[in-house]
């Protein structure tokens, strides 16, 4: 998830939760998603542990780390299901090919979603045969009534509308946050839901990080919830321990993707950063645990 391309040759997404700020700092009441830590984030439900994008690993996530911020990929089937898939064709993760905007939500649900997960380089295939399927969207809001998740609108027209939808039909507009490569698309998700839990588009971001070194800084107002940036983007933007505590008092929550290495982790979280998102989210877990920072 969360790369935008910067110029040719830099990846970043920005996307932005308002988390753990205070009111008063912020000038704006702190959303429910907020009122509790992100600082674990399972990257398409934690890919590295088990089939990525499925119930099975956000069911297992959200057992095992009930707090944990939950990320996603969603995308639309030819006849208008919002499905979680990172990719644009099945290839990689199931025992189907093709285009997921070709097929339908029938063809989609007869694949089998754990087909190719491994965690020895293909020695075993431990999920093969299991019945896991790609879910929808609704699906996953239904199975885990309680748990907060971050949902990346893959570049397709109509999925905004669509996704807006379940999240209204689904009473789950306070605890879903949402993010997009397309500035146009996100500003379609905010016209039909205006408080809409969502991430800074690009150019948003740019303007935000530049009004962070103006003297004007303190008459800023967020205009989105989360800054969702990779480590480079984190160091081309000069961004030190200091201006982590600015954004934090604005109501800006600045998460890191995609870290696996508990080291980087731990460097990331003294410096200040709210969340991080990683593939091992077990590993993140115990750095957390391990600088007593889970309740923070």
Request: a neutral charge; glycine letters at 6%; charged letters at 25%.
């Amino acid at each position: 998830m969360f790369t935008y391309a910067l110029g040719a040759a830099t990846a970043v997404l920005l996307c932005l939760p308002t988390a753990f700020a205070s009111e008063a700092a912020s000038g704006r009441a702190v959303k429910p998603f907020f009122s509790k830590p992100l600082v674990l984030g399972a990257h398409r439900g934690g890919r590295s542990l088990w089939p990525e994008n499925t119930l099975e690993a956000f069911k297992n996530a959200a057992a095992r780390w009930p707090d944990a911020l939950l990320e996603g990929d969603a995308q639309l089937t030819a006849d208008g299901h919002v499905v979680l898939l990172h990719d644009k064709t099945v290839d990689r993760t199931t025992n189907g090919t093709g285009p997921v905007v070709e097929m339908t939500l029938a063809e989609i649900k007869a694949l089998d979603a754990g087909y190719r997960f491994t965690r020895d380089h293909g020695k075993t295939f431990p999920y093969r045969g299991k019945g896991i399927v790609v879910p929808t969207l609704a699906e996953v809001l239904q199975a885990l009534p309680h748990s907060r998740f971050l949902i990346e609108l893959k570049l397709q027209v109509g999925l905004a509308e669509t996704t807006v939808k379940v999240l209204q039909e689904a009473d789950a507009l306070d605890r879903v946050a949402v993010a997009s490569f397309s500035v146009p698309l996100m500003e379609q998700a905010r016209r039909l839901a205006p408080d809409l839990i969502c991430c800074y588009d690009f150019n948003q971001g740019l303007e935000m990080v530049k009004r962070l070194r103006q003297p004007d800084w303190p008459s800023y107002k967020p205009t989105a919830d989360i800054l969702a940036i990779d480590e480079d983007m984190m160091h081309e933007f000069k961004l030190e321990p200091a201006d982590l505590q600015a954004l934090r008092r604005k109501g800006i929550t600045v998460l890191i993707h995609t870290i696996n290495n508990p080291e980087r982790m731990s460097r990331l979280l003294d410096a200040g950063v709210a969340s991080v998102l990683s593939d091992r989210p077990d590993l993140l877990a115990d750095v957390i645990a391990q600088r007593g920072a889970l309740g923070r």
